[in-house]
């Protein structure tokens, strides 16, 4: 695993042609410093540019960032894992990566139906507690995708990994009927929603972190965010922290399982995915696109 640090580097355009003429310098120097020096172009007035952390090269950069912050910052550190990596891991966090779809939050339905939820919800906080129905989305928003995820994070899979899923025989989900939020149409799509019925124990926190925790006093829900919020001397950027398990939860861990914790703002907050690397490998295998997995650490 290597982290990443995502920095952008400039100089402002509003301000007195002598002082952009300075900065312009400095960056020109800043990049030198980093061995990138091939980049500058005097008509070119910002940088994104990826350093790894645990470089000589990163520090001396930031120390001149803390002292002149209009030349640049950092935005977020992202962690990357390779291939070997992910393929080692016995569990992963796991998720579409796209949301292409609007589902009930918007008003999907015909003339003189009856709104009613895809959820019931908490009366006080909105979260929602458990689903109702079957949901109806508008299919033709699909597209070619194998796996989307809608606007309120259910997981839409196409008929073909649906399919997948079922004849493997993977365990922890259920697949549920779509319904086309219209009239049938020619040539509509099968589409199942993905619903995972296993809930793993919490995480091992610490190590996990977690921040902007929120629990709602009449039903008890609880919404955080992974911790992502840090700090280099007096810079603020981003890094989502790892998610750490017991390994005796190996033990009950199915092929599909939800988190025990709900992540995002209390209205929306929804458990993450994780998945066996058995099924990380079967996706691999079959081309199943539109999904990403990050390893998940196991902890004695
Ligand atoms: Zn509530």
Redesign the pocket.
Known sequence: MKRIALITLGWSLAKPTKEVEQDKAQIAELLRRIGMEDRFNPDTHYYDIELEVDTETLTPLMSVLETKPSLGYLSRVDRRYTRQETELAELLIWGPTNQAIEDDYYDFFAEGDEHKDLYRR??????PLQQVRDIVINKARMGKRDISLTYSYEVILSEQVGRLLQEQDLSGLELRPVQHYRKPYPGEPTLYQLAVTNVLPPMAAPPTGFEQLHE??????ISRFLKHTHWWGKIQYREDTAVYYPRRMLEVVKDFNHTAEHFGE?RVAHPYVIITQRVYRLLREHKVKNWAAVPVYLVD
């Open positions: 908490c009366s006080a906080c909105g979260t709602c006093a009449v039903c008890g829900r209390l």
